[in-house]
């Protein structure tokens, strides 16, 4: 199990970044965490999970979804908070506090 929180720089909000990250979050099930909008116009999101499912998710926030351009993406390494991570979720609000 590991632990991955990104912060994702470019045109990434209001091109469906957030919905995209969920859909592609959802195709592992032991994966956990959450993506939201920062106030500066980045996305930060934490993974969290089976190894392989992490780092299939930083690669996947390398590209994004279909209408966004990333231009950088910083991934800080993080100790994991529980063996049994909860559902991985999206924040509708900027200003939703970490889960």
């Known amino acids: 199990m590991i632990r991955r929180r990104v ?8 091109v ?9 979050a959802a195709k ?6 959450y993506v939201r909008n920062l106030s ?3 996305v930060e999101a934490v993974f969290e999970g089976e190894d392989q499912a992490v780092l299939k998710m930083l690669e996947w926030s390398q590209k994004g979804s279909p209408n966004s351009r990333v231009s ?3 991934v800080i390494e993080e100790e994991c908070r529980s063996m049994a991570p909860s559902p991985f979720r999206v924040c509708k609000d900027r200003k939703d506090e970490e889960p």
């Open 72 to 74: 950088f993406v910083e």
């Open 7 to 14: 912060i994702v720089s470019g045109r990434v909000q209001g």
């Open 28 to 33: 592992y099930s032991l994966l956990g965490g």
């Open 40 to 42: 500066d116009g980045r």
């Open 16 to 24: 469906g970044f957030r919905a995209a990250t969920a859909h592609a």
